[in-house]
């Protein structure tokens, strides 16, 4: 009885403990979204709460900055980038359960793994020749390039663990293999798509890298668009978090809705046996 005390203590202070440094971070910037420019410089002067908020800053980054324009760039590369990849990746990813196909596997793996800035310089090149700069188009195929092996690797033990019975037993009342997987495997396996598509979204929608190399004025994102309150000499602060505070927001929200998917979807197959 007396060691369990002092261990219960350890794993509420361990809890809380990286609890408090997650969401620190985000309270300060939550806070600073609502505090004058000047009171941010010299916050070193007074408290974390002692400031007259405003909304200033938000009202600066939606008007001044063409915030709407920005979030829907981001809005439209994220979702075609997320609907392609899964309308390549889960028959991929099924193929690859369904048949045993170990290697094929690793190799998604191994593309996965490659760091993403490594294909910078030759998807540059190649939508330069083809006159595809500052196009959705390059934007959409970059960010597929990384959201797609994602998918597959998390939708193969989604697929593994649907019993084969199942799609047997459609083929049996005639239904084709593509029906069956159409009818059934994705059916079942509805939690791990909803949690590939929601990881590749936050991906996408939080990609610096290869929007701010292939964007343009007309398809800037929002991580690119953060650019516009940083200048040599200035930093527009309560602009910055509240145009960060903006852009977190919507997954933050979606991501506690779709909680208990994203759980389940990450864990199909765990105890598969």
């Known amino acids: ?44 002067n007074h408290g974390l709460l002692e400031f ?23 809005l439209i590369v994220a979702v075609l980038a997320t609907a392609f990849s899964l309308a390549i990746g889960l028959p991929c990813a099924y193929a690859i359960a369904r048949f045993r196909m170990r290697r094929s596997g690793v190799v998604v793996l ?19 020749k083809l006159g595809l700069r500052n196009t959705f188009t390059a934007l959409i195929l970059s960010h597929m390039l990384i959201a797609l092996p994602f998918i597959v690797w998390i939708m193969i033990p989604n697929f593994e663990a649907i019993p084969k019975d199942l799609e047997e037993a459609a083929w049996i009342d005639g239904c084709t293999r593509g029906e069956g997987f159409l009818r059934i495997a994705l059916r079942l396996s509805t939690p791990g798509i909803i949690t590939a598509s929601l990881l590749s979204v936050i991906f996408s929608w939080n990609n610096f890298m290869f929007s701010f190399t292939l964007a343009g004025r007309d398809t800037t994102t929002l991580p690119v668009a953060i650019f ?41 197959g765990a105890v598969k046996g």
């Open 1 to 44: 009885m007396r060691g369990k005390v002092p261990a219960t203590i350890g794993k509420y202070v361990l809890i809380y403990g990286v609890l408090f440094i997650t969401i620190f971070p985000l309270l300060w910037m939550l806070l600073a979204s609502f505090e004058p420019h000047q009171a941010i410089i010299n916050q070193a």
């Open 110 to 128: 191994l593309v996965r793994m490659i760091p993403g800035i490594s294909f910078l310089l030759p998807w540059f090149s190649i939508f330069a």
């Open 228 to 268: 516009n309150f940083v200048s040599y000499a200035y930093i527009d602060w309560g602009g910055l978090m509240a145009a960060s505070v903006l852009i977190t927001l919507p997954i933050m929200i979606l991501s506690l809705c779709l909680q208990k998917y994203i759980i389940s979807g990450l864990t199909a």
């Open 52 to 74: 007259e908020p405003t909304i200033g800053n938000y009202v600066s980054v939606i008007r001044e900055y063409d915030f709407l324009t920005y979030t829907k760039n981001s």
